[in-house]
């Protein structure tokens, strides 16, 4: 089992920064893909990032040279750092880990284990 705790969300003006991250524990020897989600008031669930085990990347597109997704194996967390912020990118961000090789790491579905999700608010 594993269990992902996220932490470093908050208010903030547009235009500033926030480091999110992603704590894991459990059996973490078996994590494959991480990835972080968001999902505004009255929106579906959007990937914002992932990271595979080989440490691969990817981003989407209204993310992409703001955000950067990174983790450290060794401390056993995964970071979004989210720079230059928008009002749009107000969410709640969730971290999701996958222990199965996940051949679609950009669904939603290829993530069996959640954390309960963190608030992301940026005002204008």
């Known amino acids: 089992q594993v269990r992902l705790v996220e932490s470093g969300g908050g208010l903030v003006q547009a235009g500033e920064s926030l480091r999110l991250s992603c704590a894991a524990s459990?059996?973490?020897?078996?994590?494959?893909?991480m990835g972080w989600f968001r999902q505004a008031p009255g929106k579906q669930r959007e990937l914002v990032a992932f990271?595979?085990?080989?440490?691969?990347?990817n981003y989407t597109d209204s993310v992409k040279g703001r955000f950067t997704i990174l983790r450290d194996n060794a401390e056993k967390t995964m970071y979004l750092h989210m720079n230059s912020l928008k009002p749009e990118d107000t969410a709640v961000y969730h971290c999701?880990?996958?222990?199965?090789?996940?051949?679609?790491?950009?669904?939603?579905?290829?993530?069996?284990?959640w954390g309960q999700g963190i608030q992301v608010t940026v005002s204008s």
């Open positions: 999701a880990a996958t222990t199965m090789p996940a051949t679609e790491p950009w669904r939603a579905g290829a993530y069996e284990h």
């Open positions: 990271i595979t085990s080989r440490g691969d990347t």
């Open positions: 459990g059996s973490l020897f078996s994590i494959k893909s």
